[in-house]
């Protein structure tokens, strides 16, 4: 039985609390039971579906019940945007804060004062379609990592807001004017992972955040048509500022190797993205590379004409792809010989004509036969 002091009285040094897929219905049970732990600071809500009755959510600004909670889990719980600005003026100290899953489509303007400390914001499986929707998280002042994995996001058509000119001010209006702090100005990590990102200069948005040094752009639409690898290069080159993609770092000669890359990709394409500037200015105007087939001529399986003691001895297909050794071992068989008591000559297909002092020996036993001129 639960003592008439509360659950606090058992175990009151409780800093986390599980209460995912529960039955709990309205956050009235929910915050009775979080009073109870006046040290929570991880608090676990994942699949358990609850309201806030209205005249709950027109209390302004509702008491605080848990001061030291740092990471709430809110994924999949139904909670719209009134909800979560009122459960966050009760938890004022949350810093990790999970929203996937629960259909949010829109930011609101404003408002995003209750949430101070948040550090690192999980809006994945949600179906936000516009960047311009995303901006209005960038008023959050610590804000460092922002998942956006499979929404419908476009970041095209996004122009930044432009303040309205108010006129000259003279020096001392400029002095006292406080500079501007640009969005997401403490954002260093970025999923867009199955975003609807389509077009080249979508990419523009994402290198003009300030602080953001990774991202991960797998499984988006952008440059589907060419590799996997290629389009890495690019998105490297894209972004100056970054130093991990999808997951994995790089170093600074893969970087110059894709900024190259990018220079030669566009080089013949009638767009031309305004970053080719700076990497023409890096690297100079860069033609794209000569393609050479070397391929051409080769052939797997030859026919050749074997000689054995001044005669000729049979006419064969054979591959050029086995070994030296592997065709020695097969004549020793066929000639019922020792392989030691006798010695393999080709005549190289850049002698053809000419008399048998030109002949070479099949030395190196490992090289397929393919690394000799033999000719056919």
């Not at 994995?149 to 002095?175: H, M």
Request: proline letters at 8%; charged letters at 25%; a negative charge.
């Amino acid at each position: 039985d639960i003592p008439a002091e509360g659950l606090s009285s058992l175990c009151p040094n409780v800093t986390q609390l599980h209460l995912a897929k529960n039955s709990l219905q309205h956050w009235t049970e929910i915050e009775a039971i979080l009073r109870e732990f006046p040290l929570l600071e991880e608090c676990n809500l994942h699949g358990t579906w609850f309201s806030i009755r209205t005249e709950e959510l027109a209390v302004i600004p509702p008491p605080v019940i848990c001061p030291k909670l740092h990471t709430l889990d809110l994924a999949h719980t139904g909670v719209g945007w009134p909800e979560i600005k009122h459960i966050a003026l009760q938890c004022p100290s949350i810093s990790v804060l999970d929203l996937a899953g629960n259909n949010i489509e829109t930011i609101p303007v404003g408002g995003l004062d209750c949430l101070p400390n948040l550090v690192c914001l999980i809006l994945s499986l949600n179906n936000i379609k516009s960047w311009e929707e995303v901006t209005r998280l960038g008023i959050l002042p610590k804000l460092e990592t922002l998942q956006l994995s499979n929404n419908p996001l476009s970041l095209d058509n996004y122009s930044p807001t432009v303040i309205p000119d108010t006129g000259p001010v003279n020096d001392n209006e400029l002095a006292s004017k406080p500079a501007a702090t640009p969005l997401f100005s403490s954002l260093t990590s970025l999923s867009l992972q199955s975003a609807n990102i389509c077009k080249w200069h979508e990419l523009d948005v994402l290198a003009d955040l300030p602080a953001l040094t990774q991202v991960r752009l797998k499984d988006i639409p952008l440059a589907s048509e060419i590799s996997q690898e290629d389009r890495r290069k690019i998105f490297l080159s894209w972004l100056p500022n970054i130093v991990k993609l999808n997951g994995s770092p790089f170093d600074n000669e893969e970087r110059t190797k894709s900024e190259r890359f990018t220079l030669r990709y566009f080089f013949p394409l009638d767009y031309k993205p305004p970053i080719l500037s700076r990497l023409i200015e890096k690297h100079g105007n860069l033609k794209p590379l000569v393609e050479i087939d070397i391929s051409f001529g080769y052939k797997e399986i030859i026919e050749v004409e074997f000689v054995y003691k001044s005669k000729l001895w049979r006419r064969e297909k054979i591959s050029v792809k086995q070994t030296v050794k592997e065709l020695i071992f097969w004549l020793k068989k066929e000639l019922q010989v020792p392989k030691n008591s006798f010695k393999v000559y080709h005549i190289p297909a850049s002698a053809v004509g000419n008399d048998f002092n030109d002949m070479e020996e099949l030395y190196m036993s490992s090289l397929p036969l393919s690394r000799f001129d033999i000719h056919e």
